[in-house]
């Protein structure tokens, strides 16, 4: 079984396995792969901070991986699978997207409307995170989840494209003095979800 030592922050995490998907007409990467872990902690992390990180002279993205139900027979725990993406090839984006079961790109799928939020302090809750995305003035928040003991949230918006400046406007903003790190939820909105917006938040006490 092949191991791969991935650094984030001050600790290292070690993959249980790891996959670079290749072209077998040219030899080449095909611009991504997958990084499993030993449990679902380790692979949040591994996407909070290595999201944006320079592998070479490219930028990364990490996501969670979704198998086909062929996979999953073979691989029960593949929830702890993450799929790391050269974010400077959309085709391998899309392809990554094709080989894990998803329908399409994220960022070309208007069902796509929730913004996820990493590298959260844990003291970070729901009110506060909600003031910070409403602060933004993109679009209508429809629901805020926070995973506080984990460090991370999400955030999803009445449309696809008020998610998307969301996203745009919000990666690196500062939070409790640490940046947070946004990409696209690892799921598309289903269809029928009730679409409400919320009421603005309460405003924070500062003496």
């Not at 650094?7 to 396995?17: K, N, Y």
């Not at 999201?51 to 929830?79: P, V």
């Not at 406007?169 to 003095?177: E, P």
Request: proline content about 6%; aromatic content about 8%; some cysteine.
């Amino acid at each position: 079984m092949m191991q791969l030592f991935m650094p984030v922050s001050q600790h290292i995490l070690l993959a249980r396995d790891a996959r670079v998907m290749w072209d077998n007409k040219t030899g080449r990467s095909r611009g991504y792969g997958f990084v499993s872990f030993r449990n679902q902690q380790e692979a949040e992390t591994a996407i909070t901070e290595m999201t944006g990180k320079w592998l070479g002279s490219r930028q990364i993205r990490c996501n969670w991986a979704t198998k086909t139900n062929a996979e999953e027979k073979q691989e029960t725990d593949n929830h702890n699978a993450v799929v790391l993406t050269n974010g400077g090839s959309s085709n391998a984006a899309m392809e990554a997207n094709q080989d894990t079961g998803s329908k399409e790109n994220p960022e070309n799928n208007p069902d796509f409307t929730t913004v996820y939020v990493g590298n959260l302090g844990h003291e970070v809750n729901r009110d506060e995170l909600h003031r910070h995305f409403y602060n933004l003035g993109v679009g209508a928040i429809e629901e805020v989840r926070v995973q506080q003991e984990k460090g991370f949230g999400f955030i999803r918006y009445s449309t696809h494209g008020e998610a998307a400046l969301a996203i745009q406007m919000a990666n690196g903003l500062v939070v409790r003095g640490k940046p947070i790190k946004c990409s696209w939820g690892n799921k598309p909105t289903p269809p029928g979800t009730s679409s409400k917006p919320l009421p603005p938040p309460i405003a924070s006490y500062q003496p």
